[in-house]
């Protein structure tokens, strides 16, 4: 399976700020999605982002809100923007790629 | 509706009891995968199920896919503690290639 990292593992951030995910993979990949797991909760998709276009939301989801770069196929950031505390949670990052498939080890988000 | 419920939500066991958790829909779905989550981590893939009727074995995990398939089980035999964690079953979203996931189920082994 592909080798996936994101950067950072965790971050405290104060309320109206943005910050900016990334996710590196270790091969090319198809495709790439953005998820949210919110505390004690499932995996939510917040978007699919595709290489060179733009990336498509899943309802309840915003480009204003989650502005997604994908400038090659083994690199994607998602921004969290005008950040409240509901917005506290892990974001995961996807691949799959023909027989390659897997998770980065999420991104720990808390907004004070 | 591609709504997955899991059950139990929460199971708090001792090392070496057995247990088997449910998903469900109320719709066909071709496929249906199983992850695991540990604290920290992103989920890791345990099993594909394609055909309806189809048990696979992973040492002491035992997944089934229900004839119908519409429902999924994953029964642990010996639970040890390191089974704990989050199990969340999956499948694709109709028409795309990202995954819909169950609600979850919570497993802790208390030694």
């Known amino acids: 399976s592909a080798v996936i990292s994101q950067k950072p593992s965790r971050d405290i951030c104060q309320r109206g700020t943005s910050l900016t995910i990334q996710c590196q993979v270790d091969?090319?990949?198809?495709?790439m999605f953005w998820y949210r797991q919110q505390p004690g909760q499932s995996l939510t998709l917040i978007a699919t982002a595709n290489q060179g276009s733009e990336a498509t939301y899943e309802s309840g989801f915003v480009i204003d809100k989650f502005p997604i770069s994908r400038p090659n196929l083994t690199f994607s950031t998602l921004t969290v923007s005008n950040m409240s505390p509901e917005d506290s949670s892990i974001y995961l990052c996807s691949v799959e790629g023909g027989l390659r498939i897997g998770f980065g080890p999420g991104t720990r988000l808390t907004v004070l | 509706t591609q709504l997955l419920e899991q059950s139990p939500q929460f199971l708090s066991i001792q090392e070496g009891e057995n247990l088997t958790v449910y998903c469900n829909s109320s719709?066909?779905?071709?496929?249906l995968q199983w992850y695991r989550q540990e604290p920290g981590e992103g989920p890791v893939l345990l099993v594909t199920v394609v055909t309806g009727g189809e048990v696979k074995k992973l040492k002491r995990l035992t997944f089934q896919f229900g004839d119908a398939r519409k429902d999924s089980s994953l029964h642990i035999t010996a639970a040890q503690p390191g089974d704990t964690g989050l199990y969340l079953c999956a499948r694709k979203k109709t028409g795309a290639n990202n995954l819909f996931f169950g609600t979850g189920t919570r497993l802790t082994v208390i030694p």
């Open positions: 719709s066909v779905f071709s496929s």
């Open positions: 091969s090319q990949v198809t495709m």
